[in-house]
T-cell receptor, first 110, second 116 residues
Framework: SQQGEEDPQALSIQEGENATMNCSYKTSINNLQWYRQNSGRGLVHLILIRSNEREKHSGRLRVTLDTSKKSSSLLITASRAADTASYFCATDARGFKTIFGAGTRLFVKA | NAGVTQTPKFQVLKTGQSMTLQCAQDMNHNSMYWYRQDPGMGLRLIYYSASEGTTDKGEVPNGYNVSRLNKREFSLRLESAAPSQTSVYFC???????????????FGDGTRLSIL
């Protein structure tokens, strides 16, 4: 069973637009992370938000967390072609075992 | 500046063959992990090693074995490969899992394994 589930599964936008991806999870968490995966590569950690935080920023990334709804969103502002990748949310409700969602595939058209 | 290195990058096996996937990290991390990634499934944890000398099962351990050879190296072995094990395998490491604050995982670029 998967803890995190992303929505939408795929997203196609024009360069310069904002991209929003959502993640829902099922059980209580300590924190939630977002990772990016470029085609043919491993995952790269983007940002972590703790369960007592509601919003966090890193460059063009903005992450929100709503623990009452068990959901998080990742916003990429002013997207670029280089942002084309898959984005995964991950939770660590079980200590050592980080649980990854199935991902959102983002395609940014130049 | 290598980070996590996985070998081989590609491999084709026949059903019943055995194989060991190698992983090494140069970041002095204590914890290491093996995942498999299947289309539409995200990553699933096969085995992990919280620290040198310990290994534990993840979500999908059946058909696999692991060895934490030393602090740097963590190998994954398929004793008798099956077509259901066709997947992309990722190794990852982190400073120390399970010690309160979450430690981001650093991933290798994967081994693409096909079993015929």
């Amino acid at each position: 069973s998967q803890q995190g589930e992303e929505d939408p599964q795929a997203l196609s936008i024009q360069e310069g637009e904002n991209a929003t991806m959502n993640c829902s999870y099922k059980t209580s968490i300590n924190n939630l992370q977002w990772y990016r995966q470029n085609s043919g590569r491993g995952l790269v950690h983007l940002i972590l938000i703790r369960s007592n935080e509601r919003e966090k920023h890193s460059g063009r990334l903005r992450v929100t967390l709503d623990t009452s709804k068990k959901s998080s969103s990742l916003l990429i502002t002013a997207s670029r072609a280089a942002d084309t990748a898959s984005y995964f949310c991950a939770t660590d409700a079980r200590g050592f075992k980080t649980i990854f969602g199935a991902g959102t595939r983002l395609f940014v058209k130049a | 500046n290598a980070g996590v290195t996985q070998t081989p990058k590609f491999q084709v096996l026949k059903t019943g063959q055995s194989m060991t996937l190698q992983c090494a990290q140069d970041m002095n991390h204590n914890s290491m992990y093996w995942y498999r990634q299947d289309p539409g499934m995200g990553l699933r944890l096969i085995y992990y090693s919280a620290s040198e000398g310990t290994t534990d099962k993840g979500e999908v351990p059946n058909g696999y074995n692991v060895s934490r050879l030393n602090k740097r190296e963590f190998s994954l072995r398929l004793e008798s490969a099956a077509p259901s094990q066709t997947s992309v395998y990722f190794c990852a490491s982190s400073e120390q899992a399970g010690q309160g604050a979450y430690q981001p995982q650093h991933f290798g670029d994967g081994t693409r394994l096909s079993i015929l």
